[in-house]
């Protein structure tokens, strides 16, 4: 990105760092990205407990008795596993392509982070191995899908035991699975709203170049706090207005802002 940023630059005579985004730093990136899709997941995932919380009973109000299951240990997987577990909630489970560890009282990532730097999950030995196959369907609060696409299907669902899923991954739920999960009455955080914060801070750095001004990392995680709570708490009002599933919601807000951003414009519907 930094290699096109220049080349774009040279071509018209002037830099342009908003050409593009991605960067390194210092060469007009933004601070927070490498853990912003992670860092947006987490946010979705409290504003979901919270709201389950005032309408529901069952969810835990304390994130130390919050368990999760994280399938997918790299950028996104890591850094979700990162923001639970430094905010007290339990992560007793984590895979990788090469495997999955368990400890039912919770795994210390930050340990893990440090242990693996990188490596393989089996590469640790300190928690339990089991079946990566089996990490969806345990009995826990969370689970949170963040490798593949098409992990969770018809044949998984009937099993699955958590009352929130939060899709770090583009597509990990199957069309023949999602009926399966809303009469099981799982809350689902689709992937185009809990994996929305990379694309967010891409957004906030192209604000950052067009303005030349850099913010700070807190400023950073400030304002994504800020959109994706926003995001998160209009497509719940559109669940709620229209009686329609999380999924289908988050298509609806997003399509409704195109259609009113081109009537705004008078190019009709």
Same mark, same amino acid.
């Given at each position: 990105?930094?290699?096109?940023?220049?080349?774009?630059? /040279?071509?018209?005579?002037? +830099?342009?760092?908003?050409?593009?985004?991605?960067?390194?730093?210092?060469?007009?990136?933004?601070?927070?990205?490498?853990?912003?899709?992670?860092?947006?997941?987490?946010?979705?995932?409290?504003?979901?407990?919270?709201?389950?919380?005032?309408?529901?009973?069952?969810?835990?109000?304390?994130?130390?008795?919050?368990?999760?299951?994280?399938?997918?240990?790299?950028?996104?997987?890591?850094?979700?596993?990162?923001?639970?577990?430094?905010?007290?909630? %339990?992560?007793?489970?984590?895979?990788?392509?090469?495997?999955?560890?368990?400890? =039912?009282?919770?795994?210390?990532?930050?340990?893990?982070?440090?242990?693996? %730097?990188?490596?393989?999950?089996?590469?640790?030995?300190?928690?339990?191995?089991?079946?990566?196959?089996?990490?969806?369907?345990?009995?826990? +609060?969370?689970?949170?899908?963040?490798?593949?696409?098409?992990?969770?299907?018809?044949?998984?669902?009937?099993?699955?035991?958590?009352?929130?899923? /939060?899709?770090?991954?583009?597509?990990?739920?199957?069309?023949?699975?999602?009926?399966?999960?809303?009469?099981?009455?799982?809350?689902?955080?689709?992937?185009?709203?809990?994996?929305?914060?990379?694309?967010?801070?891409?957004?906030?750095?192209?604000?950052?170049?067009?303005?030349?001004?850099?913010?700070?990392?807190?400023?950073?995680?400030?304002?994504?706090?800020?959109?994706?709570?926003?995001?998160?708490?209009?497509?719940?009002?559109?669940?709620?207005?229209?009686?329609? =599933?999380?999924? +289908?919601? /988050?298509?609806?807000?997003?399509?409704?802002?195109?259609?009113?951003?081109?009537?705004?414009?008078?190019?009709?519907?």
């Amino acid at each position: 990105m930094g290699w096109m940023f220049d080349k774009y630059s /040279a071509m018209v005579g002037y +830099t342009e760092p908003a050409i593009v985004t991605g960067k390194p730093i210092d060469a007009g990136g933004c601070y927070g990205r490498e853990d912003a899709t992670g860092q947006g997941c987490f946010i979705t995932i409290q504003e979901a407990l919270a709201y389950l919380r005032e309408h529901e009973d069952g969810i835990p109000e304390s994130p130390s008795k919050t368990s999760c299951a994280i399938q997918g240990f790299g950028n996104v997987g890591s850094s979700i596993a990162k923001f639970l577990f430094r905010n007290g909630y %339990k992560v007793v489970a984590i895979s990788d392509i090469s495997g999955a560890i368990y400890n =039912s009282e919770g795994l210390d990532v930050e340990d893990i982070l440090n242990t693996t %730097k990188g490596a393989r999950i089996n590469t640790y030995t300190k928690a339990k191995a089991i079946d990566p196959d089996s990490l969806l369907t345990l009995p826990v +609060t969370i689970i949170i899908p963040a490798a593949m696409e098409g992990v969770i299907t018809k044949r998984n669902a009937p099993f699955i035991q958590a009352r929130v899923i /939060a899709e770090g991954a583009n597509g990990p739920t199957t069309p023949e699975a999602d009926p399966i999960l809303e009469e099981k009455k799982i809350f689902i955080i689709p992937d185009i709203l809990a994996n929305a914060g990379g694309v967010a801070v891409s957004y906030f750095e192209w604000v950052q170049n067009v303005g030349r001004y850099i913010w700070t990392e807190d400023e950073v995680r400030k304002q994504l706090k800020i959109k994706m709570s926003k995001a998160f708490n209009e497509v719940i009002a559109t669940k709620e207005r229209c009686n329609v =599933s999380m999924r +289908t919601a /988050a298509f609806m807000t997003g399509l409704n802002r195109v259609v009113q951003a081109g009537i705004r414009r008078g190019k009709g519907i």
